[in-house]
């Protein structure tokens, strides 16, 4: 019967210490790290869309996040997990309905280039927590490929870096030439659109993120790092209070009172289970006596139990009695019984010493 109940209570207490340790599928633009257990959020940091015009809390930013690209010719536009709130539009070689999904995206002239559509997977490789944009603007061609330049050059340069590319052309052919290449990418484009399947290579993004302690430090800081040297791959570092991880807090369904009660119970269950497998094998006790401490309590028990009959008599006394004839006062009669039976008994034995 014992064995019974410990081989009943055992999976019921596992089942119940299992139920704190799942849990639920995180929401998205979250991840736990696969080495500490860290729970990270990014949402935290994602540019909210603006309503009307105006930020949905007082202090959202108004602007996605940007990154300065210095020596590499123009600025890039980024947002963490969520499409950027700038209205775009003409993005190079992107379908007008995947314009409101884009993520990250630069200017070069009066071209919009995507690297990269909406992710919220964030995923650690290594104990990197890295997010990555795929899908962007085609990677290969003539209007993704411009020179190295310190924005603000004039554009003496493109000219001179052309004629380096290519010693034995004029400027006016090489113009041709590009006026022709670009007529041919844009009938290439409007071909693919057209129905196609698309098997061009397209621009990425890959923005690895550091943790930031500084309370002073803004809630994130992005940073462009470079490019492939087919301008296919751009890399970014973010440092973030966010990507210092911390704990779930969604998931602390219970307060201080609760874990405490739940961690009481375990240690209750272990010390019951215990204490009754010691006494049963090691003590060869059966019945009651596999209780451990079975002597102490049954003491306790016992002074409980005379606590309540002291206290119900005390309280038995406090109640009102009900007046009838069966509590009619008989006392004064039984006196004088008793004061008749003496006096007869004196009297017999004064008769019995005059004799």
């Not at 696969?34 to 015009?53: C, E, K, M, R, S």
């Not at 590319?165 to 009938?187: G, L, M, Q, R, V």
């Not at 659109?193 to 309370?215: T, Y």
């Not at 991880?245 to 240690?267: K, M, R, Y």
Request: aromatic share 10%; net charge negative.
């Amino acid at each position: 019967m014992r064995s019974t109940f410990l081989s009943v209570l055992l999976p019921v207490l596992l089942s119940s210490t299992s139920v704190f340790a799942n849990s639920e599928p995180p929401k998205p633009c979250t991840i736990f790290s696969p080495f500490t257990g860290a729970y990270y959020d990014l949402n935290t940091i994602a540019v909210q869309p603006l309503v009307d015009h105006k930020p949905a809390h007082k202090d959202d930013r108004t602007e996605s996040w940007h990154a300065r690209g210095y020596d590499y010719g123009t600025n890039f536009t980024v947002n963490f997990c969520r499409p950027v709130i700038e209205d775009i539009s003409d993005v190079v070689d992107v379908d007008a309905s995947l314009w409101k999904n884009i993520s990250a995206y630069y200017k070069f002239g009066e071209k919009t280039f995507s690297i990269g559509q909406q992710s919220s997977e964030p995923v650690f490789r290594g104990r990197k927590l890295v997010l990555n944009y795929t899908g962007g603007s085609p990677c290969d061609g003539p209007l993704t490929k411009f020179p190295r330049k310190l924005i603000g050059d004039d554009d003496d340069d493109h000219k001179k870096d052309d004629d380096d590319d290519d010693h034995k052309k004029d400027d006016d052919h090489e113009k041709d030439d590009k006026d022709e290449d670009d007529n041919k990418k844009d009938d290439d484009r409007k071909h693919d659109n057209g129905g196609k399947k698309d098997n061009k290579r397209r621009k990425s993004s890959i923005i690895s993120f550091l943790c930031e302690r500084d309370s002073l430090a803004p809630s994130a800081h992005l940073s462009f790092i470079g490019a492939s040297e087919d301008e296919c791959t751009y890399f970014f570092e973010a440092k973030a209070k966010a990507a210092c991880g911390g704990v779930n807090e969604t998931q602390q369904s219970l307060g201080p009172g609760g874990v405490f009660g739940v961690i009481a119970l375990i240690a209750a269950a272990v010390y019951l289970i215990g204490g009754i497998a010691y006494q049963r094998t090691v003590m060869h006790q059966r019945g009651w006596r596999q209780l451990p401490n079975y002597s102490t309590w049954a003491g306790i028990g016992n002074f409980l139990w005379e606590v309540v009959i002291i206290l119900t008599s005390s309280c038995s006394r406090l109640l009102p009695r009900r007046q009838g004839y069966n509590q009619l006062p008989t006392h004064s009669r039984s006196r004088s019984s008793r004061a008749e039976d003496e006096n007869r008994l004196i009297d017999q034995l004064d008769e019995e010493w005059d004799d």
